[in-house]
């Protein structure tokens, strides 16, 4: 079944990019299908005016409920829907993982929410959760000015491991975060010549043996996982899980 991504945004520019990368292709082949929508279509004054000043004060601006709820009866409709994905990217959602990109890859319907200024009116966000399938997500901790980059991101993440999109399903294996590798970050990678400006492709991976390349690579992912990624590992002694 074709995955429809809905994007909501007031820079729906941003989304033009999807038909030149990978996923124009995966569009062509009929996998995915990518609607990307001006929020101010649904605003009605002069200005097409989108926030306001936020209750109980402070500073920025806040995106008004009335657009929103009025996009979305247009964009996916007045009936509850729990096989609607409706992600809000935001710095305060939970961290996105390679696992929450795996389980909205068989999702039929995702609608990306891109809030501006200092974010959306809260009950946009309840009231999306009371009809559909709600994901607020953070791509890591630091702040981006808009959830548009951070829709683009999570596309690419989720398309990809769509049935059909890659054409080798078996480089999607052994790529870093993927059961493949036990969780631990991927080892290094050389192709030839052997050797380039002075630096030799290791002698192990030329060797044509199987099992002293599988221990290196292993080897290497620890030592990686280890090194950069702590938080993957056994925080008492530093072994992967
Ligand atoms: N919007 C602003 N910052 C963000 C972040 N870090 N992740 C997701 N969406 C965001």
């Known amino acids: 079944m074709t995955m ?3 994007y909501l945004s007031i820079f729906p520019a941003y989304f033009d990019v999807l038909d030149i990368s990978l996923l124009g292709k995966a569009a062509v082949n009929g996998l995915v299908e990518v609607h990307a929508h001006d929020l101010r279509d649904w605003t009605h004054d002069r200005h097409r005016t989108v926030d306001d000043t936020p209750c109980g004060g402070g500073a920025g601006m806040v995106m008004k409920p009335d657009p929103w709820g009025e996009a979305f009866d247009e964009i ?16 305060s959602g939970a961290p996105f993982t390679q696992s929450a990109a795996q389980e909205l890859s068989s999702a039929v319907r995702i609608v990306f929410c891109c809030g501006r200024y200092e974010g959306i009116d809260h009950r946009v966000i309840d009231y999306a959760r009371s009809m559909w399938t709600v994901h607020e997500v953070s791509l890591g901790d630091y ?3 808009g959830g548009e980059v951070a ?5 690419e993440a989720v398309v990809r491991l769509v049935p059909g999109f890659m054409g080798n399903p078996e480089s999607l294996a052994e790529e870093s975060f993927s059961a493949g590798q036990d969780g631990l970050l991927e080892y290094p990678l050389f192709t030839r010549p052997v050797s380039w400006r002075g630096l030799d492709v290791p002698e192990v991976l030329m060797s044509g043996h199987h099992g002293r390349i599988a221990k290196w690579r292993r080897d290497e992912s620890v030592r990686l996982t280890c090194e950069r990624r702590p938080d993957l590992t056994d925080s008492d002694f530093g072994v992967p899980h």
């Open 76 to 91: 996916i409709g007045t009936e509850p829907d729990s096989s609607v994905h409706v992600i809000f990217p935001s710095p």
């Open 4 to 6: 429809r991504l809905d």
């Open 151 to 155: 829709a683009l991101a999570i596309t």
């Open 143 to 145: 702040v981006l000015n």
